[in-house]
Every structure is written in C-alpha cells, then in structure tokens.
C-alpha cells in the first residue's frame, strides 16, 4: 500500500512537472496559509493599525503597522510559510518595544491577504511593503531594516539585494529549495525545486549590515543552511548566533530576552556605524559559538 501511494504521489509530481506546474509544486509544500474571513473587524488593539497595501498586480495585501514615533528606524516584518501575521504580532509588539516602528505583512493568500501564495507573489509583496515605507512613510533606506523567519528570509534577502538599507535580520534562514527538498526527504524531486529560494546566491549581492540567529537543534532549516548562507555573504558586515538547544519553532522562547537584546543592539551599533560587525564579539559570547 505504501508503495502504491508513493507510485501515485510520483505519478501525479511528474505530470504536474510536465504540464509546466513545477511551480505549483513547489508552492504545495513552501505554503501552508491560515486564512481569516476578509470581513473580519479591525483589531481593536491600542498602538496597531490595520492597514492594505496594493501590490504590483494589484492584490490587496494585509498588513499590521506598529509606530514608534520616538525612532527614526522601522523594521519590515517577513513571517514564515504557515499561520498569518496575526500569530506573529506579539512578537512585532515586543519588537517596537525595542525602539523601533514595525510593519508587519500578511503574504498574499495569508490572514485578510488576496490572491495564493507563491514565490514571486512574496517576493511582490514584500517590494510592495517596502516601498510603502519609503514613499508613504518616508523613512530613509538607511533606517530600514528586513526581518525574516524561514521562508521569510527568502524575501527578506531577495529584496534587500543591491540595497543599501539599515540591516538584514535573518532567523532560522534556509539555503534553497533544493536543500529543502533533501531535508524533507524529497531529494529525488529537487529537480522540480530548480533555483527556488536561493538564498545563496543572492546573498553574494548583499552590501548591507547582516544579523544571522540560529538554532542548533533546529530539524525544519538545519543549522547548516543558515550557515551556508551566511558564507557567501560579504565578509565585513555580517554576524552569526547559535543558539544552544533552539529548534525551528522554540528559538525565540529558548533564548528569551536575549533574542530582542540581540536585534536592538544589531540595529543601534548598524545605525551607529554602517556595519554589524562590531557586535559580532558580543553577540556569540552570550548565545554560544559559531
């Protein structure tokens, strides 16, 4: 039996490759959306505003937006490939505590976003949010800051290429989809993953501040691709953290506090001085070795 569902399994990847749908393949398993009804009442929430941006091809995208009006910096928010954003504003919540403005996106076919959700749609997306913030919002480049979780690394990294912007915050980032594919046990269809989510190769065309937080018990995006990510980037301005004992999911509540002390740091010493790298020293002192 469980031969003959793996048959079908193949059977149906490979017709849906030959039709042209290896995209839609690669969407199947990189998404996993938690919709909310679209006429859901705005969060009555003290200091959050509800707010929709219209991405390039025109699909209403949701989004949460946090000010602090005692900052100058603002931190675009890029979540991972399940739930909605609305899992993740308490984080964002803790974050602008830290000192900083939040926006935090729902990609599309994700909470009161429209549309499904694919790689160029959040790559879209994010181009969309980010543009918001500076022709809407009129914060400087140089005080943006992306900040991706898993999949939200992939456009956290694509858009920040050839940017010179505040930093580039990456948790629990992976390598490519091919990668992915072998640490799902699909590695005979990473042909169909193709050059998906190719951290690695953009993070050559990366020119600003880079903050990487990992966990060493993380069995989703194994350590090991957060490493080969934060090799090819440029060497000045980058910063790696492990953190002991974190998964994929846990990496926030085992580190606690220091994952948000981390973060403000990153953000005051790149604003200070254009560069991370002088936190590097301090940062694996407390969250453990490279």
Excluded at 134 to 157: M, P, Q, Y
Aim: charged share 15%; with cysteine; hydrophobic share 40%.
């Amino acid at each position: 039996m469980i031969k003959q569902t793996r048959f079908l399994i193949l059977a149906l990847f490979f017709l849906m490759a030959a039709s042209g749908c290896s995209g839609c393949l690669v969407s199947h398993f990189a998404f996993h959306p938690e919709k909310v009804p679209a006429d859901l009442p705005p969060l009555n929430r003290p200091g959050v505003l509800e707010l929709f941006l219209s991405s390039t091809d025109n699909i209403r995208i949701h989004c949460f937006y946090i000010e602090n009006k005692s900052s100058d910096n603002v931190v675009l928010y890029l979540h991972g490939n399940a739930g909605n954003a609305y899992h993740r504003l308490n984080d964002a919540l803790t974050l602008s505590q830290t000192g900083t403005s939040v926006l935090l996106l729902d990609y599309r076919g994700f909470g009161k976003s429209e549309g499904s959700p694919s790689e160029d749609g959040i790559y879209d997306d994010t181009f969309s949010a980010f543009s918001f913030l500076t022709h809407e919002k009129h914060f400087d480049a140089k005080n943006i800051f992306l900040l991706g979780r898993s999949i939200g690394t992939t456009a956290a990294i694509h858009i920040a290429q050839h940017k010179t912007i505040g930093g580039l915050i990456l948790v629990t980032p992976l390598s490519s989809g091919r990668d992915m594919a072998d640490v799902m046990n699909l590695g005979f269809l990473s042909w169909v993953a193709g050059s998906s989510f190719d951290n690695v190769s953009k993070a050559k065309h990366i020119i600003s501040p880079v903050l990487v937080i990992h966990g060493d018990r993380d069995g989703i995006t194994p350590i090991r691709m957060g490493k080969k990510v934060f090799q090819a980037l440029p060497e000045k301005t980058k910063t790696f953290i492990t953190v002991p004992g974190a998964g994929h999911n846990d990496l926030i509540q085992v580190a606690g506090e220091s994952f948000w002390l981390w973060i403000s740091e990153f953000m005051q010493n790149s604003a200070a001085t254009g560069s991370g790298s002088d936190l590097s020293l301090t940062m694996q002192l407390n969250a453990g070795p490279f």
